[in-house]
């Protein structure tokens, strides 16, 4: 078996990551939509157009499930998505209906991620729309100055802060730091944990052959693989806009 992967950037590769420390290195498909980067904003209408030709994408090489490793599409169009293929799509959300967040919690995400209301369907929380954290991370500002940009859109005091955006568990420490009281939640260890429940790991190649896709070139891609202790795990191709 064959899983892809797909996020607008460098985000998906983080959860990617995380998974393969927990269940071993196998073979993957990534594709990050680099020329479409940031998700965050855009119109349903053209989050599912781009939706579509990145799943396609990642049909096309071979995948046989295909993870949505980013919470704007899941929140929002993926619910369109479903009918258009014969095999699994697995948004990042899909740990949600096994597991209860409760208490003073806050939703730090995209700006459409929050709007969506789809966390909130699940889940009593505060929502804390942001338009530029996932742009430091891809940016590789990992501390420092999102430190500072982190200190003014965190409110003090104790609640759960549920991190509702792949790019955000590089920033887990930093917050950590800064607001030693939160307790914080990281969808991508909640995705994980989920991911082994729904998916035969023993069943998926392990063969040393994957490859990371990105839609655009940019050097600091490269250096963001190898900051993620990916490189020599994956060849990187950039590719023409879908
Ligand atoms: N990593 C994505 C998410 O989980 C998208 C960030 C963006 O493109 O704005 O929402």
């Given at each position: 078996m064959n899983l892809g992967f797909y996020d607008s950037g460098i985000g998906g590769l983080i959860t990617l990551k995380k998974l393969m420390d927990d269940v071993g290195t196998f073979d993957f498909v990534y594709l990050g939509d680099k020329a479409n980067f940031p998700y965050g904003e855009?119109?349903?209408e053209t989050l599912l157009m781009i939706a579509r030709k990145c799943i396609n994408f990642l049909k096309d090489k071979e995948s046989d499930?295909?993870?949505i490793a980013c919470n704007t599409i899941s929140t929002t169009v993926f619910k369109h998505l479903e009918k258009f293929y014969d095999f699994p799509i697995i948004p990042i959300t899909d740990w949600i209906k096994s597991y209860r967040i409760n208490g003073n919690v806050k939703l730090?995400?995209?700006p459409n991620t929050v709007n969506s209301s789809f966390y909130q369907r699940y889940m009593k929380c505060e929502g804390i729309p942001d338009p530029n954290l996932a742009n430091f991370v891809e940016k590789g500002i990992w501390d420092?100055?999102?430190e500072e940009y982190l200190e003014g859109i965190l409110p003090t005091g104790e609640y759960a802060l549920v991190l509702a955006c792949t790019h955000y568990s590089v920033l887990n420490g930093v917050i950590g730091k800064l607001r030693p009281e939160v307790r914080i939640i990281d969808i991508s260890d909640m995705f994980v944990e989920h991911l082994k429940s729904v998916i035969d790991f023993s069943k998926i190649n392990r063969g040393n052959s994957s490859t990371i896709y990105f839609t655009s070139k940019d050097d600091n891609l490269m250096k963001m693989v190898d900051?993620?202790?990916l490189s020599g795990m994956a060849d990187v191709e950039?590719?023409?806009?879908l």
């Open positions: 855009k119109d349903e499930a295909v993870i730090l995400g995209t420092g100055e999102v900051k993620l202790g950039f590719i023409d806009p």
